[in-house]
């Protein structure tokens, strides 16, 4: 079974600019979740999707958002990008909600 | 609003020795889950905790749970080389919120 895959791998982008990563789940899985990954942070939850609505929310400003599509696949859109943004963000999936989470290679984002 | 706090960050030791990873956490849960997490790769899923005093095993990782107390163990016994990694702990409540993670090296 093809585990979690996520595009780009890297990206680098300048401020102000905008972008959108790419997450396709394991095939079957219904939920998924992002997260941001950073060495003064560390892992914080972005949000999560079951069933193509939103079920949760981290603690994120409004310039992140996401969605999911009918066939499980998930992308997440920053807007008006921050050099703050620079991370590793991870996605990851799971059978149903709260079941164990199957994490993805991430993308990292440089913000310049 | 839930807490997950690990300790030690950093954890330098010997191989063959045995060691304790503590992760504390601040609300009530149903379930606690380990991950490895190589340099510059993904989180691996190592374990997952469903009820007070559950114990799991894999190699030389053990993973406990006490929900009385809010804490999960991750022990390591006769550390190698191969198990130098950072190790997350994770607790589910609405969402999964983590620790902040040790970082293991194993010195030969």
């Known amino acids: 079974k093809a585990g979690v895959t996520q595009t780009p791998r890297y990206l680098i982008k300048t401020r102000g600019q905008q972008v959108t990563l790419s997450c396709s789940p394991i095939?079957?899985?219904?939920?998924v979740s992002w997260y941001q990954q950073t060495p003064g942070q560390g892992l914080q939850f972005l949000f999560e999707?079951?069933?193509?609505?939103?079920?949760n929310k981290g603690n994120f400003p409004g310039r992140f958002s996401g969605r999911q599509f009918s066939n499980s696949r998930s992308e997440m859109n920053v807007s008006t990008l921050e050099l703050g943004d620079s991370a590793l963000y991870l996605c990851?999936?799971?059978?149903?909600?709260?079941?164990?989470?199957?994490f993805g290679p991430g993308t990292r984002l440089t913000v310049l | 609003e839930l807490k997950v706090e690990q300790n030690p960050l950093f954890l330098s030791m010997q191989e063959g020795k045995n060691y304790t990873i503590y992760c504390n956490y601040s609300t009530t849960s149903d379930r606690l889950y380990w991950y490895r997490q190589d340099p510059g790769k993904s989180l691996e899923s190592l374990f997952v905790l469903l009820s007070n005093g559950a114990v799991k095993q894999e190699g030389r990782l053990m993973a406990s749970l006490d929900t009385k107390a809010r804490l999960s163990t991750l022990h390591i016994t006769a550390a190698v080389h191969d198990l130098s990694a950072t190790y997350f702990c994770?607790?589910?409540?609405?969402?999964?919120?983590f620790g902040a993670g040790t970082r293991l090296t194993v010195k030969p």
């Open positions: 994770a607790v589910v409540l609405n969402d999964m919120r």
């Open positions: 990851a999936s799971s059978l149903l909600l709260r079941d164990t989470q199957y």
């Open positions: 999707y079951f069933s193509e609505t939103q079920r």
């Open positions: 095939s079957g899985h219904r939920s």
